[in-house]
DNA sequence: CTCCTAAAACTAACGCTGTCAGGTTTCACG
DNA sequence: CGTGAAACCTGACAGCGTTAGTTTTAGGAG
């Protein structure tokens, strides 16, 4: 029955099908057939709405990327940093099995762009140069692009008899898994903390902000 | 003609291969059929060595890992671990195409736990509680991974107007594109002095290690 | 109210993928 | 000298992203 009286797709619909499947399957259990299917319709319905996988999955990627929440250098660099990163790392751990994806597409997306804008200006504001500011918002991508990537404690297996007998130092690696979550939020917070502390000594052995 | 008089594979050449179409084409540009006709054999004689792609990509990664650097600790946590990091990075950023794959796969790779083990274990003696280590070992991680991810500068787009139109305070970075390489060295190196900057000042304000 | 175009679905199909089954030749060993 | 395993082959299957062509309906123009 081609053309329905009432629409059965919509962008909108697409996307968040989408992701739900990405988050349950994985991103390689994604396809468009069965998208389709999960929309009770045939594949290539999809390609009226969408003109490629890769835009589709470009443009749920973009919705990702507007929960990030760069707002608040206003109340200082330090301030703006830490909210950023944590929002930013936040909206990753979100949706985990994207993130190879996200992490990889271009920098064309304009949600990322705005945010890197207002990264780099938030910065600039409170005296950091423009190269150290550029160095900065690379770093701290690194970091919760890593951080939501190989997600240091899910990289972990459930024997825990492999760790013990082989790697002595790894031996209570076993816990990992039990406060995996934990672990990585920890981890990621230490690693953000350590980092901005770094900076802010830098700073002040230098070229002190403008208030 | 089948049974060859000379096989015409083994695994070591069935990966430097594999490496050698990745790096040129991409980690979805590779594919068994693909790497059969540059071997000069048809796709399932690869299955006589290699039970599975990912099997095989598993392996690949593992011998990347293998060139990672942990013999530094025994002078000093810091050493160990800024050289740690750095081989690391260099070890992916010759092979960025399969970063992904490597970065996502599971913590099993020998390579990969004996090293973690021995940064752990550098970290430990060094005077590092557990639990800071296993943290320590995670962040840097991130970082590297994080880094050789996104690379933040070949996220960007040839077409300078692109950022100089709407988002005034990218201004500059046109000039991303002529140093990418540049600046993502730049920009890790950074990182990873402020984090160790930041860790040092940790520890030196609580419990100093033995030297 | 009718006509026409464009929208939104359909089925069929192409070339690609990873992988399996079954066949064929040659080597290594008892 | 025979036999079984090793190492290749061709052919095939299901699933992939995507295109072509068809069909029905909605919405606007005369």
């Known amino acids: 029955m081609p053309r329905p009286t ?3 797709l919509s962008q909108a619909g697409i996307r968040s099908a989408t992701l739900e499947i990405i988050d349950r399957d994985g991103l390689g259990g994604f396809s468009m057939r069965k998208l389709a ?3 009770g319709v045939s594949a290539p319905a999809l390609y009226f709405h969408y003109p490629t996988k890769e835009q589709l999955l470009d443009d749920v990627a973009g919705e990702i990327m507007e929960k990030v929440d760069v707002s ?3 109340d200082g660099w330090r301030e703006g940093l830490l909210a950023w990163a944590r929002s930013y790392r936040a909206a990753l751990a979100e949706h985990p099995n994207i993130v190879p994806f996200l992490a990889q597409g271009p920098g064309q997306r304009d ?3 705005r945010r890197a804008d207002a990264v780099h200006g938030g910065l600039v504001a409170a ?9 900065i918002g690379a770093s ?3 970091l919760v692009v890593g951080a939501a990537m190989g997600s240091f404690s899910r990289g972990f297996v459930d024997d825990v008899q492999v760790y013990l007998d082989r790697y002595p130092a790894l031996g209570d690696a076993h816990r990992l898994r039990e406060h995996a979550d934990a672990v990585d939020r920890d981890s990621f917070e230490f690693a953000l903390t350590m980092f901005v502390d770094g900076l802010a000594a830098r700073l002040h052995s230098s070229t002190p902000p403008r208030s």
Request: glycine share 4%; charged share 10%; hydrophobic share 50%.
């Open 6 to 8: 009432t629409p059965l």
């Open 37 to 39: 299917a999960a929309l």
């Open 72 to 74: 608040a250098f206003q």
């Open 111 to 113: 949600a990322s762009l």
């Open 127 to 135: 005296g950091w140069p423009a190269r150290e500011a550029t160095m």
């Open 140 to 142: 701290t991508k690194y």
